[in-house]
């Protein structure tokens, strides 16, 4: 009798310690094939860059990989093994890879042969146009710790071709695009002696530039070009700005801004580099555009009023005023939480689904406690239509509507730089069935 208690007191034990952990573990498994479903119907499991690469036959479904992941539901358990939720979302931080105990999983570009934006390259990041290289978050790959990495191969490579003969008009390299992997390849290529000329549409920062003021930006640990490591796990924006723009200084790096490449034509070694200023000529290129190219406009009456901008740097410029942001994505979001989180700014966020679903979990959490506190309006399937001087006008499924307006702010992402990449003559993965090179990591 006595054992019988003893052993009743124990199943029960277990069974309360057993029982919640078994439901918790079987709600977590059909959201994640929920999500599966959603995102794959919506088109949003689809990778932008990098993404996990899943060998379903290694993968033990510990969802290790899960609680890895610093940006959210990338990933999911669906039947017993790891898969891709929502992979818009992967920015590459690669702690899945690292995470999986069984090496399941790695984190890349998969099969480039089927990917037309993900061009063509050598393990020197050299295209198939000789003298051409690309560097940083155009090839595929997003963190700043890559851009950089990639940015100084690229220009190693190019002074492994020297010496080039002094003096001449022609620069030994020329590099598009100043954000982290553009700079860091002109910092190597002053560390090397090459004479080299950087060339941007905008100021020197790249995608930086674009974060809203104060943003925290993890960074894994990369060596900067006559620098040294950066090597704290995160940074503010203006940390980093600062970085970038005392090494310009220090080096006295050769940069003109609010110049855009047009193209690039000539033969090797001798590149003739077309811009909206003109053109240059060169021995390389380095082409470090990123992937987010132009910030694309809606084309709807009263865009070009001074009120409208597609990017915020400071939230607290716009007290006391009544702001629509417009889109769905991190940046969209980051812009409305920013201004939100300041007291006397009036926030409406139009995005044309009815939810919000291509943005990272730390993001959803703080969008959607304003959301319920009231301190965002969230105008889910809606458009913009017009932009009036004190309001504007917005498509809804009950009809038009107009509201009081001081401020738009749109974020509809950016017209890629593939297209241009075509007119240079760069080959993407999706161009040919027989690849032998690509990238190498
Ligand atoms: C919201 C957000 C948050 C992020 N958070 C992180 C994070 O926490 N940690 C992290 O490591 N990474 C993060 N990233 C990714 C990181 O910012 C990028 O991977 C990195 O900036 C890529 O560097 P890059 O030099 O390749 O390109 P970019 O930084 O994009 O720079 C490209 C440059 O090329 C210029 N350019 C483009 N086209 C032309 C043209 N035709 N002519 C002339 N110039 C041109 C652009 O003006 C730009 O200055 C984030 C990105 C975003 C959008």
């Not at 020197?204 to 060596?223: A, D, F, M, N, S």
């Amino acid at each position: 009798m006595e054992s019988l208690l003893i052993w009743g007191c124990a199943l029960l034990l277990g069974a309360g310690l057993f029982v919640p952990y078994f439901l918790r573990f079987r709600a977590a498994r059909r959201q994640d094939a929920a999500r599966h479903d959603e995102t794959e119907a919506l088109g949003m499991n689809r990778p932008v860059g990098q993404y996990p690469l899943i060998d379903a036959n290694a993968c033990i479904g510990c969802g290790s990989c899960i609680a890895a992941c610093p940006e959210g539901d990338v990933l999911g358990i669906v039947g017993g093994k790891a898969v891709i939720t929502n992979g818009a979302r992967c920015i590459g931080h690669g702690r899945c890879a690292e995470a999986c105990p069984v090496g399941a999983l790695k984190v890349g570009l998969g099969d480039i042969t089927t990917r037309d934006d993900i061009p063509v390259l050598s393990p020197e990041l050299e295209t198939n146009r000789p003298g051409i290289f690309v560097a940083g978050e155009l090839g595929g790959f997003a963190l700043v710790s890559n851009a950089v990495d990639q940015g100084r191969r690229a220009m190693e490579a190019i002074a492994a071709r020297g010496p080039f003969p002094a003096g001449g008009s022609r620069w030994d390299a020329i590099v598009v695009g100043a954000g982290p992997g553009g700079l860091s390849a002109a910092l190597t290529a002053r560390k090397l002696g090459l004479r080299c000329l950087v060339l941007d549409q905008q100021a020197p920062g790249g995608t930086i530039l674009q974060y809203p003021r104060r943003k925290l930006v993890l960074v894994q640990p990369v060596e900067i070009p006559l620098f040294g490591m950066l090597n704290q796990k995160e940074y503010s924006k203006e940390e980093l700005l600062g970085i970038w723009l005392r090494l310009h200084a220090e080096h006295d790096l050769k940069i003109h801004t609010d110049e855009r490449l047009l193209n690039v034509t000539g033969t090797p070694g001798d590149l003739v580099v077309h811009t909206t200023a003109g053109e240059h000529r060169a021995r390389h290129v380095v082409l470090a555009l990123g992937r987010r190219g132009t910030p694309r406009k809606l084309g709807v009456p009263g865009e070009d009023a001074a009120k409208v901008a597609y990017r915020l740097i400071d939230a607290t410029l716009y007290k006391g005023s009544r702001v629509l942001v417009v889109g769905g994505g991190d940046s969209a979001v980051e812009a409305a939480v920013a201004m939100a989180s300041q007291r006397d700014i009036e926030v409406t966020l139009s995005y044309r689904k009815p939810r919000l679903l291509r943005i990272k979990k730390r993001n959803a959490d703080k969008i959607d406690a304003l959301i319920a506190s009231g301190a965002v309006r969230f105008a889910g399937d809606t458009q913009l239509t017009a932009i009036q001087p004190d309001t504007i006008s917005l498509a809804t499924p009950t009809g038009p509507a107009i509201l009081p307006n001081d401020f738009v702010f749109i974020f509809a992402g950016g017209d890629p730089p593939f297209p241009l990449l075509r007119e240079i003559g760069v080959a993407f993965g999706g161009d040919q069935a027989d690849i032998h090179q690509i990238v190498a990591l």
